[in-house]
T-cell receptor, first 109, second 112 residues
Framework: EDQVTQSPEALRLQEGESSSLNCSYT??????LFWYRQDPGKGPEFLFTLYSAGEEKEKERLKATLTKKESFLHITAPKPEDSATYLCAVRSNDYKLSFGAGTTVTVRA | DAGVTQSPTHLIKTRGQQVTLRCSPKSGHDTVSWYQQALGQGPQFIFQYYEEEERQRGNFPDRFSGHQFPNYSSELNVNALLLGDSALYLC???????????FGQGTRLTVV
């Protein structure tokens, strides 16, 4: 069974203080690793898909990277509006996504 | 372009009752999945529908059932509600050939 572990559970940052979130996974045949952002009481918002080790994707202050065992979401010079829960998920067949519990990021002005 | 839409947004039910949640997929999407998200947890896969058939099911009891209509919209039904069924229920859609799933805003179900 696919396993996804995210760390840390919570992260408090000062505005402008860069940091990284970790997603460790165990999967039999990775068909995609996904990052989502989720605001309180809302549905997850798609950010990135990564397919193979070494792949990187960027969007504004966010950069996602992938190795054979883990993925990192780097937040560069965060702003308060980057405060959210960031979810990592893996897909190993055509059907379901297996999610981690998420990292809740709080950015203080 | 409307994204994935779910209704209702909030719902309160009594133990033992039955509930139906609805989902309209993003335009052009034909595959719909349902997830349950408990507070502080990641979403858990319930099942997926494609071409009006349940294609895969997660570790959920038979009290959870679903349906997909010819226009690709979907319903999630939960019978004999338990307090533990209280959660955010999420619908996600994608094209069958595209792996990126887009989520709706969810239905917050509270069982009392």
């Amino acid at each position: 069974e696919d396993q996804v572990t995210q760390s840390p559970e919570a992260l408090r940052l000062q505005e402008g203080e860069s940091s990284s979130l970790n997603c460790s996974y165990t999967v039999s045949g990775l068909r995609g690793l996904f990052w989502y952002r989720q605001d309180p009481g809302k549905g997850p918002e798609f950010l990135f898909t990564l397919y193979s080790a070494g792949e990187e994707k960027e969007k504004e202050r966010l950069k996602a990277t992938l190795t054979k065992k883990e993925s990192f979401l780097h937040i560069t010079a965060p702003k308060p509006e980057d405060s959210a829960t960031y979810l990592c998920a893996v897909r190993s067949n055509d059907y379901k996504l297996s999610f981690g519990a998420g990292t809740t990021v709080t950015v203080r002005a | 372009d409307a994204g994935v839409t779910q209704s209702p947004t909030h719902l309160i039910k009594t133990r033992g009752q039955q509930v139906t949640l609805r989902c309209s997929p993003k335009s052009g999407h034909d595959t719909v999945s349902w997830y349950q998200q408990a507070l502080g947890q990641g979403p858990q896969f319930i099942f997926q529908y494609y071409e009006e058939e349940e294609r895969q099911r997660g570790n959920f009891p038979d009290r959870f059932s679903g349906h997909q209509f010819p226009n690709y919209s979907s319903e999630l039904n939960v019978n004999a509600l338990l307090l533990g069924d209280s959660a955010l229920y999420l619908c996600a859609s994608r094209t069958d050939m595209n792996t990126e799933a887009f989520f709706g805003q969810g239905t917050r179900l509270t069982v009392v």
